[in-house]
């Protein structure tokens, strides 16, 4: 369903068509900007409360910028979509984060306007810095480039490594922090009460607000003016609040803070700014979920609420008429809890996701012993490697494609020294709407080459309970346990505990016909293929391998004893994964057995459903189905050129 633009968006087709109209009219453009948004997410989706939060931020910068020529990335890009609107997407929004539309980040092969392919924080920096340091080589000396940042992504290393390079270059680059005290939860850390000490220092804003006038009165005083405004700023932000020097102190001018919602003023500073060389930071005070009441209030619900009702704000549910499984990650909240109460060296470690992840459950429950520590994987990991030396136990759960920053930390900091660090890799395999930058394909493959790591995957609740039970016995070492986005399938999830033994498999059913192997939720979909080969009298034999490191080597010799045919399916990338593992075992045992690996292709999967994907990479129910009716009709094949 297309939603109609309001009078004025609706002659803008791109950033050309915004710079046609005059200051007067940037409110209203803004307005009707924020309202297709609130229509538009209300009934398809799709984050929120980050794009109303910048909507007059985006307008000024494509009024002031020549972009695309000048260029402006955005970090993480849930705040892009009044950018993607503005910039000739507005006719198909629609389509945004569903199978085969429009990305829900920016995407250089989306869109021209797209400087850089952002989804995960902390990159903007950086990548706009490049593209700086190369215009200026080209001799591009009037070509802009800007990197919008939130404060939340600001935690990261990367952030700072960044700000550390572009100090002593001088090129044109534009930081713009947002400040909203918000990633997808509040925000925490030193940081970010630094920059709370900027916004609401009195003196600093009372002085900046008066110094404004003695600044225009100095600009007719010729050739020195620039010099003398220099002194002037330096001096203000030197007395009156010396923690600003922060920035300055890496060779960034700052500016501000600056309230992020007047589009005007906006227009004003950042058309000034184009004309000042070198790096530059300015400071915006945003709300996020700006001009929506219900997200300004909870701004971490309304991140992405789902769709909803614009009038009431009542979130749509949908409606069943008998009890759901779980969330993995609300089986693992709960279950953290349950096993935190019985063992007091557990603790547990989020870079920046307790709500994604329900690590929330147990910092509610038992908030000295839960960490949330920022945008910072890196640091989530040696922290825990940290507490692990001391006898804890750190359960550090991290989305499996954010793990993929930290992985330098997995090998030196964990593994090499044999620490009991339980990995809970949230979102594994095809991530649904989000996209490829938030697949979690890699890390079967990533983890299983690591010496001393324990790999496991659950098909059900129950049995991501057993792992993580089974993960903070003694002498476990380095363990990680994957699991997906979404639903489980059990009602009864909550069962008593029990200690698996590593590296055993569980027989789902015994077959004839072939032998499927399967690792982690996939398998689900595996037991609804047999079931329906059964009806063609077609026998496969179902195996849930639990563990890809070690394997179940007693259970595989049976297998390549037996079967002609073995089929592996996986939810993650076929270089490397399971089905590596398993012909990797049967080549070095000298079995000649026919397998075939169904998982993620090499090639990069789009956004769309979990079970759209699952059909597209071929290896949801249907896809295993046909792969065993095409074995069958191969091994038949063989034995009638052996007969004739």
Known sequence: MEIKAGDLLAQINNPADLRKFGDEDLEQICAELRQFIVDTVSVNGGHFASSLGVVELTVALHYV?????????????????????LTGRRGNFHTNRVYKGLSGFPKRSESEYDAFGVGHSSTSISAALGMAVASHYKGETDRQHVAVIGD????????????????????????????????????????????TDITTSKPYNRFRDDISYVLEQISKLGPNTHEIVKKIEKSIKGSLLQRSNFFEALKFRYFGPIA?????????????????????????????????????????????????????????????????????????GHTLVELAEKNSKIMGITPAMPSGCSLNIMMKAMPNRAFDVGIAEQHAVTFSAGLATQ????????????????YDQVIHDVALQKLNVVFCLDRAGVAGADGATHHGAYDLAYMRCIPNMIVSAPMNEEELRNLMYTAQQDDMGPFSIRYPRGTGVMIDWKRPLKVLKIGEAQTICEGEDLAILTIGHIGNEAIKACSELKKEDIFPAHYNMRFVKPLDETLLHSIFRKFEH?????????????????????????????????????????????????AECGYDAAAIAKTVKKRMLDKISAVRKVEL
Request: charged share 20%; with cysteine; aromatic share 8%.
């Open 65 to 85: 910028l020549n972009t695309p020529y000048d260029q402006l990335v955005w970090d993480v890009g849930h705040q892009a979509y009044g950018h993607k609107i």
């Open 152 to 195: 939340g992504a600001m935690t990261a290393g990367l952030a700072f490594e960044a700000l550390n390079h572009a100090g002593i270059e001088n090129s044109n680059l534009l930081v713009i922090l947002n400040d909203n005290c918000m990633s997808i939860d509040p925000n925490v850390g030193a940081l970010k009460e630094y920059l």
């Open 260 to 332: 992020g919602h007047d589009v005007k003023h906006l227009a004003k500073v950042i058309r000034d700014l184009r004309d000042i060389p070198g790096p530059k930071l300015l400071h915006c005070v945003t709300v996020k979920g700006k001009g929506y009441n219900l997200a300004e209030q909870d701004q971490t619900k309304w991140h992405s609420p789902g769709l909803f009702d614009k009038i009431t704000g009542e979130i749509k549910k949908v409606i069943f008429d008998k009890p759901q499984p779980p969330k993995y990650q609300d089986v693992f």
């Open 391 to 406: 006898g804890m136990i750190p359960f550090c759960n991290i989305y499996s494609s954010f793990m993929q920053r930290a």
């Open 566 to 614: 073995v089929i592996t399916v996986e939810d993650g990338c076929l270089q490397g994964g399971m089905g590596s593992a398993i012909v990797e075992f049967m080549i070095d045992h000298g079995y000649s057995s026919k397998v075939t690996r169904l998982g993620i292709p090499d090639r990069i999967v789009n956004h769309g459903e979990q079970p759209e994907l699952w």
